[in-house]
């Protein structure tokens, strides 16, 4: 039976994640209603790409928190938030296929090919891809832990490469995509600190 406290966690993690899903449910109803200006279609692309990022630095958000604080909570959040980040970036990138580009492949990859920012945000949607796929339970025993660890690091290159494509699609304006690339700045610096302090902790221990 669960503690109460189990169940005040399930709570809060069913809560966070109907939050996650909420920006879906308001861009689908500003669809309907044509709320979303001149060009529905790329504002939203645009959002879409927006929330798959927000969600995935979410994501990668647990740790780190786990490493300041103790808190054991955040690390049941990972997987849930990752996995709505992927649902995110699959209707951003299934949005430009159908929609935009109505599957002209040629077109699509001329796309790819010749603009940058298509490349690097297309790059980095192919290697979210297996990250997904191998999320549950079973997939982390068939791989084993060790190698299903090196695998899902990789999400830190995915984030790099989808700020990348931000930057490189606003052209002008960076503020916004700044920061965020501060934050995986940030993000990235707390693991990086965390394994430093882990790497000299056997040589404190060493006999001298």
């Known amino acids: 039976m669960a503690t109460p406290r189990q169940r005040r966690e399930k709570i809060a993690k069913a809560a966070i994640g109907v ?3 909420q920006p879906l449910v308001w ?9 979303l200006g001149a060009n529905p ?12 990022l927000i969600l995935l630095l979410a994501s990668l958000t647990c740790t780190p928190i786990h490493i300041v604080t103790g808190w054991s909570f955040p690390l049941r959040l990972r997987k849930m938030l ?3 980040a992927f649902l995110y970036a699959f209707l951003h990138f299934s949005t430009y296929l159908a929609v935009d580009k109505a599957f002209d492949w040629p077109d699509i990859w001329g796309d790819i090919v010749k603009r940058k920012f298509m ?3 297309f790059v980095a949607f192919v290697l979210l891809i297996p990250l997904a796929v191998t999320s549950t339970k079973g997939m982390v025993r068939r791989l084993g ?4 660890k090196r ?4 999400v830190y290159l995915v984030a790099a490469l989808a700020v990348v494509h931000f930057v490189w699609r606003v052209k002008s304006d960076l503020r916004q995509p700044m920061i965020y690339a501060f934050v995986l700045a940030v993000l990235l610096g707390v693991r990086v600190v965390d394994w430093a302090r ?3 902790e056997p040589e404190r221990h060493r006999a001298p």
């Open 198 to 200: 882990g790497a000299r």
């Open 82 to 84: 990752g996995l709505e």
């Open 41 to 52: 279609i790329a504002e939203a692309e645009n959002r879409l790409g927006l929330f798959a």
């Open 27 to 35: 861009l689908a109803w500003a669809v309907a209603a044509g709320q």
């Open 145 to 148: 832990f060790p190698r299903w």
């Open 19 to 21: 939050v996650g899903l």
């Open 119 to 121: 490349a690097v945000g």
């Open 151 to 154: 695998l899902h690091r990789t």
